[in-house]
Antibody, heavy 122, light 111 residues
Framework: EVQLLQSGGGSVQPGGSLRLACVASGFTFSSNAMSWVRQAPGKGLEWVSSISGDSVDTKYADSVRGRFTISRDNSKNTLYLQMSSLRAEDTALYYC???????????????WGKGTTVSVSS | QSVLTQPPSVSGAPGQRVTISCTGSSSSIGADNDVHWYQQLPETPPKLLISGNTNRPSGVPDRFSGSKSGTSASLAITGLQAEDEADYYCQSFDSSLSGYVFGTGTKVTVL
């Protein structure tokens, strides 16, 4: 069974840092691009960042570029999101997601993690 | 960074047909980038409903169908059922932003 097990959420003050992790199982992790998507309370989905299977290609939403870093360790089947300089507007449920598709421009999410909550407040 | 516009809400009686539009631009849907659709039930992660504009994954009822034309796409639900009450999101890629984008989301209410 394909699974994405997330950890690392929590509460932090503005300006602080957090690292999210997502352990994948049930598929060949290194062959798949992965992504982080977030959803603020009562709001819609927002794509945050994506990374190719070989870590060569990374993409970021303008709202997080320069503050968040996506990475992966294929030897541990684990995806990471390092979040720094956190702001109140980063408060959200963060989903780990597996991407699928024939080419990057047409990728879609076929597997979602359960989400981990990040709360930024003083 | 939401550059795909959806109506905030649509509603219909059981058995009726409803459609949800997803309007993009020449750099997103109009740039030959596929559109995908997700259904999100309350307090659960989204679920893939339609991939590659028109393709239903295994297990998705054929009441759900997708289409794309120009800079827009649509999701149709025929024979609306109570369990279809959920939030629906479209998703594509924006070539000028060099990133993936979600629609603003549509809440479907079954009357």
């Amino acid at each position: 069974e394909v699974q994405l097990l997330q950890s690392g959420g929590g509460s932090v003050q503005p300006g602080g840092s957090l690292r999210l992790a997502c352990v994948a199982s049930g598929f060949t992790f290194s062959s798949n691009a992965m992504s982080w998507v977030r959803q603020a309370p009562g709001k819609g989905l927002e794509w945050v960042s994506s990374i190719s299977g070989d870590s060569v290609d990374t993409k970021y939403a303008d709202s997080v570029r320069g503050r968040f870093t996506i990475s992966r360790d294929n030897s541990k089947n684990t995806l990471y999101l390092q979040m720094s300089s956190l702001r109140a507007e980063d408060t959200a449920l963060y989903y780990c997601a597996k991407l699928r598709g024939m080419r990057a421009h047409n990728y879609y999410i076929d597997v979602w993690g359960k989400g981990t909550t990040v709360s930024v407040s003083s | 960074q939401s550059v795909l516009t959806q109506p905030p809400s649509v509603s219909g009686a059981p058995g009726q047909r409803v459609t949800i539009s997803c309007t993009g631009s020449s750099s997103s849907i109009g740039a030959d980038n596929d559109v995908h659709w997700y259904q999100q039930l309350p307090e659960t992660p989204p679920k893939l409903l339609i991939s590659g504009n028109t393709n239903r994954p295994s297990g998705v009822p054929d009441r759900f169908s997708g289409s794309k034309s120009g800079t827009s796409a649509s999701l149709a639900i025929t024979g609306l059922q109570a369990e279809d009450e959920a939030d629906y999101y479209c998703q594509s890629f924006d070539s000028s932003l060099s990133g993936y984008v979600f629609g603003t989301g549509t809440k479907v209410t079954v009357l």
